[in-house]
C-alpha cells in the first residue's frame, strides 16, 4: 500500500523495524530514552546486544546532542544502528510522543504530529533517502491506532513539501491485525 505526495512515497509495511531496511529506523521513545518495553526495548536489544548498554549509548548522545537529560515532544536524539547495520540501516532516531491511555484529542494530535515531524527533519539533516517509523504512541502510551495512522499521512503529506533528501517514508506495522487495520484506515 503506497500513497504519492510529490517526490515523497508513503508505504505502510509489515514486519520487524529492527531488520527493516531503510536508512534509518525511528524509536517509539519515552523522553528519557529509557527503552523498557515495546519497540525501544526491541530496538535496543537488537542493536547493542545489550538493552543496558543501548540506554547508556543513547543517553550520553542525548546529552551531547540536546544538552539535558530528558526531550520534548518534537526533539529527537541520534545514535548508530550497530548490529542493525547488517540489515542496511545506518541511524536510529529516538523520537517521543503522546501518552494517550485510551484517549484522543487535538493536543495529542499535536504532540504526535510534532514527533513525527521532528524524525523527518532529522532524516533530511543525516541526508538519508528512506526512514522507517512504528506506530509511535499505538502500543504502550495507548494512543487509538486508527487516529496515529490518520496523523501519520497528514505529517507526511505536510512534510512533503519541504523533503528534499527523503524519498521514501515507511510506516512499518508489526502484526498483520494492525497491518490490515492500517490499510482499512487508509482506503476509507
Ligand atoms: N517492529 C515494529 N513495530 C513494533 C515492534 C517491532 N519490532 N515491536 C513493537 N512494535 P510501543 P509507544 C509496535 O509500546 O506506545 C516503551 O517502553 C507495537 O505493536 O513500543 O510509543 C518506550 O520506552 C505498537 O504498534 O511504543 C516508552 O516508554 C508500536 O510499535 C513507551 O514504550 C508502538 O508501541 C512508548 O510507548
Not at 545514535?79 to 485510551?102: D, L, N, R, S
Not at 514527533?115 to 494512543?143: H, M
Request: hydrophobic share 40%; aromatic share 10%; net charge positive.
Amino acid at each position: 500500500m503506497e500513497l504519492n505526495f510529490g517526490s515523497l512515497t508513503f508505504k505502510v509495511a509489515q514486519g520487524d523495524i529492527t531488520r527493516f531496511p531503510a536508512e534509518a529506523i525511528v524509536n517509539a521513545a519515552n523522553k528519557y530514552l529509557e527503552h523498557g518495553g515495546g519497540v525501544a526495548y526491541a530496538i535496543a536489544k537488537v542493536a547493542a546486544g545489550d538493552v543496558r548498554e543501548y540506554i547508556r549509548i543513547s543517553k550520553e548522545a542525548m546529552k551531547e546532542q540536546i544538552g539535558r537529560n530528558w526531550i520534548e515532544h518534537g526533539e529527537v536524539v541520534v545514535t548508530p544502528a550497530m548490529k542493525m547495520e547488517q540489515y542496511g540501516i545506518k541511524y536510529v532516531i529516538h523520537t517521543v510522543g503522546p501518552y494517550c491511555g485510551g484517549k484522543w484529542d487535538e493536543d495529542k494530535k499535536e504532540k504526535l504530529k510534532k514527533a513525527i515531524l521532528g524524525a523527518l527533519r532529522k532524516a533530511e539533516e543525516l541526508g538519508v533517502k528512506s526512514i522507517a517509523f512504528p506506530a509511535i504512541s499505538a502500543g504502550i502510551y495507548g494512543c487509538p491506532f486508527e487516529e496515529v495512522v490518520k496523523t501519520f499521512v497528514e505529517m507526511v503529506k505536510e512534510f512533503s513539501e519541504e523533503a528534499k533528501s527523503v524519498k521514501e517514508v515507511y510506516l512499518v506495522l508489526y502484526s498483520k491485525k494492525d497491518y490490515e487495520r492500517a490499510l482499512k484506515t487508509l482506503t476509507v
